[in-house]
């Protein structure tokens, strides 16, 4: 992200030492260090890491991808093979679903995410429609489950009677829509092992759960899929008839954050700080930021950087003239989408330990910085 004007010169050796911040060590979870990220693409090395399970290592040469289930000619297809098929390149910003966490009060279970559980990168493969028309999906298929290699017992209560492998099913209107990538590639370069080498899915829009890595199956179902990551850990409270139903994540709510300032940074008093940030939404745009720096009491529009482009983030930026007034200081940032929707101000209970997309309140102070803090 541009920083402030002060530290944008001398910002560069940070981006070169720039790495990700530990969550977790085993199994990998790390967040990308949203605060230097610069460019509208994620370099894959500061792409965030969100894994169940040790990262399996699967070799290119004897990779197996099976389509079947609901369909009329099952078939496998090695490396080879899905790389000679027509391949599309689409940029897509992937969220994990406990993305800032670290803001709930009180808090709660799981990894305390900050702001860097979200990351935007192009991917190239194939659109996973090209394989089920290839397969002759049935017409009475509702989902697909794609299936990844990795394996073990999830943490989380209730906990599977033995190990069992990362599974995540789309539902079968998304899964057909030209977007949805069976991707090789990240950046241009082959996926790396941490990102789900050799072959992943990418599903532009939703919550980073359904992009499930490390790839070997694909299996139409004609019953709603009732595995443990749709039904249990990835999933939220919805209303029925007035009672609540538990139903799997889907669609990334909209929301912005701020990269810079970062969380109790200490600015120079009566000067143009450059606030910046990014938003994102899931099957929509996002269409105006707004940023205030009184806890919410007064807002006002920020400049988008990158022009609309469907499941992509958009960064910004707004210029902050800093009060002459010392003291600690409330900032905001607030995205609306094409549809109005706006960023609410608390977090949604139905979602439980997921979607924190509320406005996320950044602290800072305004004064000397080598002073005594007010
Ligand atoms: N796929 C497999 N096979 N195993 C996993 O643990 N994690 C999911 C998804 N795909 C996961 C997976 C989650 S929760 C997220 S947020 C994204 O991968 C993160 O993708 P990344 O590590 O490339 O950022």
Redesign the pocket.
């Known amino acids: 992200m541009d920083g402030s004007r002060k530290r944008h010169g001398d910002t560069t050796n940070q981006f070169l030492s720039a790495g990700l911040v530990i969550r977790q060590k085993e199994?990998k979870n790390l967040e990308a260090p949203f605060d230097q990220i610069v460019s509208y693409l994620t370099p894959s090395q500061l792409?965030?890491?969100?894994?169940?399970?040790p990262i399996?290592a699967l070799d290119r040469a004897s990779y197996q991808l099976r389509i079947d289930g609901a369909v009329r000619q099952p078939f496998a297809l090695s490396y080879d093979e899905l790389r000679s098929m027509p391949s599309e390149s689409r940029v897509a910003t992937?969220?994990?679903?406990?993305?800032s966490r670290v803001f709930l009060v009180p808090q709660v279970q799981g990894a305390q995410w900050e702001l860097g559980?979200v990351?935007n990168a192009e991917w190239t493969g194939v659109p996973l429609r090209a394989l089920l028309e290839r397969a002759g999906l049935a017409e009475d298929a509702c989902e697909i489950v794609l299936?990844?290699?990795?394996r073990g017992i999830p943490k989380e209560e209730p906990m599977p009677p033995g190990p069992i492998?990362?599974?995540?099913s789309v539902p079968r209107a998304k899964a057909v829509q030209p977007e949805v990538l069976i991707a090789y590639q990240?950046n241009g370069r082959d996926l790396p092992q941490?990102?789900?080498f050799p072959v992943?899915?990418i599903v532009p829009g939703h919550?980073?759960?359904?992009?499930?890595?490390?790839?070997t199956s694909i299996h139409a179902v004609r019953e709603p899929f009732r595995g443990y990551w749709n039904t249990s850990d990835?999933a939220y409270w919805a209303w029925m008839d007035g009672k609540p139903v538990r139903s799997a994540l889907g669609e990334m709510q909209i929301k912005s954050e701020i990269a810079r300032p970062r969380v109790y940074e200490t600015l120079a008093p009566n000067q143009i700080y450059r606030v910046c940030g990014a938003a994102w939404a899931g099957e929509t745009d996002v269409t105006q930021i707004a940023v205030s720096t009184d806890g919410g009491r007064t807002w006002t529009a920020a400049e988008f950087l990158d022009p609309v482009r469907r499941h992509a983030w958009r960064r910004w930026r707004f210029d902050w003239l800093t009060p002459k007034e010392p003291g600690q200081y409330t900032l905001l940032a607030r995205a609306t989408d094409a549809d109005g929707v706006i960023q609410p101000d608390a977090h949604d209970q139905n979602y439980g330990t997921y979607v924190i997309n509320h406005l996320l309140p950044i602290e800072v102070f305004v004064g000397d910085p080598g002073g005594p803090q007010p």
């Open positions: 199994p792409f965030y890491i969100r894994s169940h399970f399996p992937l969220e994990c679903a406990g993305n559980a990351s299936e990844g290699a990795d492998s990362y599974a995540w990240m941490d990102h789900g992943r899915a919550y980073g759960m359904a992009s499930v890595k490390w790839l990835y």
